[in-house]
Nanobody, 120 residues
Framework: QVQLVESGGGLVQAGDSLRLSCAASGRTFRLSMGWFRQAPGKDREFVATISGAGINRYYADSVKGRFTISRDNAKNTVYLQMNSLRPEDTAVYYC??????????????WGQGTQVTVSS
C-alpha cells in the first residue's frame, strides 16, 4: 500500500511563492505522481504530473510556466513549486500516485490535501 501526506500549504499574497511537499510511504518510484486541486464548488482538476524516473512532466495550461513538479525518489517525496501565485490558484491541493495521466481516475492513491489560499 501507498500512503501520501501533503504539507506546505498556507495563506499567501498574490505574486508570492509556495512549495508543497508530498511524502510517500511504500514503493512509489515506479509510479507517476500527480498534483490536483479542488476549489470550493468545483471539480478536482489536474495540475501537474511527473513520471516515475522524473523525466517526463506535464502541466495544466493554467499553471504552465509558474509551477514546477519534481521528485526525489531517494526521499520518496514529490514537490510542487508554485511561483507567481494568483487568487484563482486558491484550492485544496492533493497529491496522487498512479499512472502518468491528467485524469484523476488514473490515480490509485491520494493524500488528504493541503489548503492553499492566495489573497489579492
Amino acid at each position: 500500500q501507498v500512503q501520501l501526506v501533503e504539507s506546505g500549504g498556507g495563506l499567501v499574497q498574490a505574486g508570492d511563492s509556495l512549495r508543497l511537499s508530498c511524502a510517500a510511504s511504500g514503493r512509489t518510484f515506479r509510479l507517476s505522481m500527480g498534483w490536483f486541486r479542488q476549489a470550493p464548488g468545483k471539480d478536482r482538476e489536474f495540475v501537474a504530473t511527473i513520471s516515475g524516473a522524473g523525466i517526463n512532466r506535464y502541466y495544466a495550461d493554467s499553471v504552465k510556466g509558474r509551477f514546477t513538479i519534481s521528485r526525489d525518489n531517494a526521499k520518496n517525496t514529490v514537490y510542487l513549486q508554485m511561483n507567481s501565485l494568483r487568487p484563482e490558484d486558491t484550492a485544496v491541493y492533493y497529491c496522487a500516485a498512479g499512472s502518468h495521466s491528467s485524469q484523476k481516475e488514473d490515480y490509485d492513491y491520494w493524500g488528504q490535501g493541503t489548503q492553499v489560499t492566495v489573497s489579492s
